[in-house]
């Protein structure tokens, strides 16, 4: 059967309508999850006997648990991705997943500590329904042999979702900081809301995209993607893979002394060796570029690792260690945490612009090489948080300009390597196990705010100046690193990103399920 891509379908300025619904979908679900994300931090280290009362903890204990509730939004996805291309396909598994958060977000407005904890784990379980899947939504709109058109579709669908972003860190911001805390929980549920009823009401665009995948090889063949986990202890990588983790995980909780870390390495062990029988369920090519996205995630672990402070270092730090004061006007804390967003309205379509006339001048311009870049250039954004932290020891505070020119350098960055990544994952993983490839890949997101929220901890111990230089001329090295095994990588994309043809052999024997 033909792909899903392939169907006739209603365009506007020359895009799928789908894509629409899905960038108002994501737009929604975005200011839901920025908007909250905004005030989260602020929210439990506000002082319980404050005009707008928070919970009133330590920044060290706020990041902690910022850090393990960011890493579990998207590690999520995994099991979000598993379920999608096995039981419920991509359409149906965001209708869920819009479900929980709609739920979530508006459990968070109720002034309970069990509400609190409560809200936070049905967010979670809702992105790792939702985010994976809409994205692979998008890829699926288009054709593997229209690539430039599918990376214009992700630019598009990323403005979505920074125009949310951007949003809702003034307006939820804005609530949450002058009115009540909850009440921005609330609004944030609100955002949800709307993004539930735009992707309803969309359905007749997108029944075509996202539906099960059903796998029509032998059953001898597919036999090894049945049971993932039974799987993992049949083949010698993937127990040595499982085996060597869980050790790791192990030697962390009895000698290292951490049973959290411990359990969460050895919780990983199981997605290293679910990682190798999906690599082991494919072709040689399907090998290949497998192990190339698996390779691409360590990029993005570091990518996000160091970018994700903006949402707990660098929120503290604007609330905390900034003047926050033009003239008599007071400037929200929050407010910081939207002009990541807004100046990706600004630059999306330039970064884009100077990226095809780059390539169009002959030079290299693979996904791996726009992401290694984009890594370099966030890393200097930091070198102006080393600037702020100096004046701030010198001075006791530092500008906001050097918070904005921070975010200015976050937002290149991003824009060279997170919307690439995105599309470069829908054109290397095989159709069969497409949700579970971009699950893996928020994991690595998640994983990368792991890091985030490790590296603010020690930033009461090391200090912010050593922390954000360290970060800045580490992304520096990683980023050349990358470069130069650049042509090695992109051997092992067997050409997917310059295919001309119309059906991708890794598709051959798979067709979808109208459902």
Not at 488 to 497: D, S, V, W, Y
Request: hydrophobic fraction near 50%; charged fraction near 15%; include cysteine.
């Amino acid at each position: 059967m033909a792909n899903s891509a392939t169907v006739n379908q209603k365009t506007l300025f020359g895009h799928p309508i789908g894509l629409y619904i899905l960038f108002l979908t994501e737009m929604w679900e975005r200011f839901s999850y920025y908007g909250m994300r905004a005030i989260l931090v602020l929210y439990l280290v506000a002082e319980t006997g404050a005009d707008n009362p928070g919970l009133g903890w330590a920044n060290e204990s706020a990041l902690v648990l910022y850090g393990w509730y960011t890493m579990f939004v998207y590690v999520a996805s995994i099991p979000g991705g598993i379920i999608a291309d096995k039981l419920l396909g991509q359409r149906k598994s965001v209708f869920v997943g819009g479900l929980l958060l709609v739920a979530g977000h508006s459990v968070l407005a109720i002034e309970q500590m069990w509400a609190f904890y409560t809200g936070l784990v049905l967010i979670v379980m809702g992105v790792g329904m939702l985010k994976p899947n809409i994205s692979t939504m998008v890829g699926g709109l288009y054709p593997k042999n229209e690539q430039n058109k599918r990376d214009m579709g992700f630019y598009i669908f990323y403005m979505g979702i920074n125009l949310g972003a951007a949003v809702s860190a003034l307006l939820v911001g804005y609530v949450g900081e002058e009115f009540g805390w909850h009440y921005g929980f609330g609004l944030a549920g609100i955002g949800m809301a709307l993004g539930q009823l735009v992707y309803m009401m969309g359905q007749k665009h997108l029944r075509h995209v996202g539906n099960l995948v059903v796998d029509t090889r032998s059953e001898e063949e597919k036999s090894e993607s049945k049971n993932l986990l039974s799987a993992i202890f049949k083949h010698t990588n993937s127990i040595a893979g499982f085996t060597i983790t869980a050790l790791a995980g192990l030697a962390i909780w009895f000698l290292g002394g951490s049973w959290s870390y411990g359990l969460l390495v050895i919780g990983l062990a199981f997605a290293v060796g679910v990682g190798i029988v999906v690599y082991n369920d494919g072709n040689k090519i399907e090998k290949d570029r497998i192990l190339v996205t698996y390779l691409s995630f360590l990029i993005i672990i570091i990518f996000w690792g160091a970018f994700e402070q903006a949402g707990g270092l660098m929120n503290l730090y604007a609330s905390q260690k900034t003047d926050l004061m033009l003239g008599s006007f007071e400037v929200k804390a929050s407010w910081f945490q939207s002009v990541n967003a807004i100046f990706i309205l600004i630059f999306a379509t330039i970064v884009g612009s100077i990226w095809v006339w780059w390539k169009n001048r002959g030079k290299e311009s693979s996904s791996l090489f726009k992401m290694a870049i984009g890594v370099i250039i966030m890393g200097w954004g930091f070198f102006f948080m080393s600037a702020a932290s100096a004046q701030y020891e010198s001075a006791g505070a530092s500008a906001m300009y050097w918070l904005v020119f921070a975010y200015l350098f976050h937002t290149l960055g991003e824009l060279c390597a997170s919307p690439v990544a995105l599309s470069f994952i829908t054109k290397l993983a095989p159709e069969r196990w497409m949700a579970f490839m971009m699950g893996a890949y928020f994991a690595a997101t998640g994983l990368g705010n792991k890091v985030a929220g490790l590296l603010g901890e020690s930033a009461s111990e090391l200090g912010e100046f050593t922390i954000f230089t360290g970060i800045a001329v580490f992304c520096t090295v990683f980023g050349i690193l990358v470069i130069l095994i650049l042509k090695p990588l992109k051997r092992l994309t067997h050409g997917a990103e310059e295919m001309e043809g119309t059906k991708n052999e890794e598709t051959e024997g798979f067709e979808l399920a109208d459902q």
